[in-house]
């Protein structure tokens, strides 16, 4: 299994980056996907997740409003669109994957089976 994120970089507060991972090696469409943050010396913490079908979502309240996670089965991919930056969403954004065909979101670090190898997001003031 391979869970490749995409789309960090370098961007000013109040902008906007879409970050992007794309897996392979598992049936997509039987895991819930995640979206969590690691900053330097903080723990590792969900951003956003989605359900297997796309019909249930989870947004931390930290980004509620501001992100929108989504994902397209067809082209085994989940996506974070990420606006409003603030210079606190800065940290390694890693997806997850979830082997999971419920309707409840996971949002612990413990349910997620799978791991991409996380990107740099970096928000200035």
């Known amino acids: 299994v391979q869970l490749q994120a995409s789309g960090g970089g370098l961007v000013q507060a109040g902008g906007s980056l879409r970050l992007s991972c794309a897996a392979s090696?598992?049936?997509?469409?039987?895991?819930?996907m995640g979206w969590f943050r690691q900053a330097p010396g903080k723990e590792r913490d969900i951003v956003a997740g989605i359900s297997w079908n796309g019909v249930s979502t989870y947004h931390a309240t930290s980004v509620k409003g501001r992100f929108t996670i989504s994902r397209d089965n067809a082209k085994n991919t989940v996506s974070l669109q990420m606006n409003s930056l603030k210079p606190e969403d800065t940290a390694v954004y890693y997806c997850?994957?979830?082997?999971?065909?419920?309707?409840?979101?996971?949002?612990?670090?413990?349910?997620?089976?799978?791991w991409g190898q996380g990107t740099l997001v970096t928000v200035s003031s």
């Open positions: 090696g598992l049936t997509f469409s039987n895991y819930h």
């Open positions: 997850a994957a979830d082997l999971n065909r419920g309707n409840l979101v996971s949002r612990t670090t413990r349910e997620y089976d799978y």
